[in-house]
Nanobody, 125 residues
Framework: QVQLVESGGGLVQAGDSLRLSCAASGRTFSSYAMGWFRQASGKEREFVASITAITWTSSITYYADSVKGRFTISRDNVKNTVYLQMNSMKPEDTAVYYC???????????????WGQGTQVTVSS
C-alpha cells in the first residue's frame, strides 16, 4: 500500500516557475514508477510526466509533448518524494495535478495503482 500527498500548487503568472512535491508513505517507494497527471476543468485527465524506478544508478523519464523542455520530473528515494519542476508556465497548464505510483512508467492513467488527492495549479495570463 502506498499513500501519496501532493503539495506546492498555487497561483502563478505566465512565465513563472513552480515546483510540486509528492510525498509517499511506505518502504517500497523506490520500487515504484511515479507519474504526474493533470486534469483541467471539463477535460479528461492527461499524462504530464513519469519516471521509472531507479535501476542501477539512474531512472528514465518521459514527458508529454506539451511540457517537454519546460517541466522536469525527479525523485528522491531517501525522502520518498517525487517532484515536478515547472518552468515557463502557460495558462494552459492550469489544472489539478495528481501524482501516481505504479509498476511501470506508462503514460496511461489506468496503469497506475495509487493516486494522491491532487493539488490545484492556476496560471494567469
Amino acid at each position: 500500500q502506498v499513500q501519496l500527498v501532493e503539495s506546492g500548487g498555487g497561483l502563478v503568472q505566465a512565465g513563472d516557475s513552480l515546483r510540486l512535491s509528492c510525498a509517499a508513505s511506505g518502504r517500497t517507494f523506490s520500487s515504484y514508477a511515479m507519474g504526474w497527471f493533470r486534469q483541467a476543468s471539463g477535460k479528461e485527465r492527461e499524462f504530464v510526466a513519469s519516471i521509472t524506478a531507479i535501476t542501477w544508478t539512474s531512472s528514465i523519464t518521459y514527458y508529454a509533448d506539451s511540457v517537454k523542455g519546460r517541466f522536469t520530473i525527479s525523485r528522491d528515494n531517501v525522502k520518498n518524494t517525487v517532484y515536478l519542476q515547472m518552468n515557463s508556465m502557460k495558462p494552459e497548464d492550469t489544472a489539478v495535478y495528481y501524482c501516481a505510483a505504479g509498476r511501470n512508467a506508462y503514460k496511461s492513467a489506468g496503469e497506475y495503482e495509487y493516486w494522491g488527492q491532487g493539488t490545484q495549479v492556476t496560471v494567469s495570463s
